[in-house]
């Protein structure tokens, strides 16, 4: 709640609290019990990465691909029932309809080659100049077409406690200048490990029988996702930690947060399918 009033804010809510003095410090100390229990979390992932050798590119690749995990996504093309899937779409709605918007915060903290890559990146998120290819956009039409609300943050009360320290974790690096750098390793990361589950996902779709539309969003991102895997690890990270060489390990901190999280929420997800009994069917399809 203290995060969302730095984005749209709420029905009701005075905007002028984003800034307000008691509010503002009551953040600071649950992010610091947030950040502190990240870097448990990720204690060891970032010792190991940077132990691999190489620079910090090797290092970044290195921690992905150690800690690469597309469980969730194999549930989605293999096994989950529609309404299993559409889940998965009113969880995943919390970020997606806000999509690359965390990432906007860190463009005035960067400077240089860095900055240049992420507004390269952020405009390929943002429709590069045609409304309505905005990936939130897109993800809300996913919606739109297996009959579930896209209304921003419609689905907030369901969302799981993973999935808002997802979102948390994204918002709080974003925001606070000192993690710039993590908040550019989560992004790499992010970006890097979505073109092969969204294929998988892509053809889960298929398998249900789902509108093509709903496969679109997924689609748009295998291609685009390769190529911001790139632009985010090479261009960004590398730029940045170039600029920055203190923020090295920040980076790696950012990237093992994303997929450490990441596992935590897929997880979560799928170990509630299996100890649930196959729900009713929840969507009705337009084919
Ligand atoms: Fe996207
Ligand atoms: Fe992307």
Redesign the pocket.
Known sequence: MLFELHYRGFDGVDPDLEWDPLLIHSRGMLEGCLEEALRALTAADVRRAGHSGGDLTTQLTWLIDDLDRGSLATFLQRRATEAQFAEFMRQRSIY?LK??DPQSFVLPRIDGPAKAALAELQY??YGAGRPERL?AG?FAQAMEAIDLDSGYGAHIDEASATTLAVNNVMSMFALRRRLRGAAMGHLAAFEAT?SAPCRRIVSGIERLGLPTVTAAYFD??VE??AV?EQLAIRNICANLVEAEPHLAADVLFGAASCLRMDQLAGTALVDSWRSRPAPRRLVEVHA
């Open positions: 997606h999509e690359s390929d998120e990936h897109l979505s748009e991102h685009a996702d911001h």
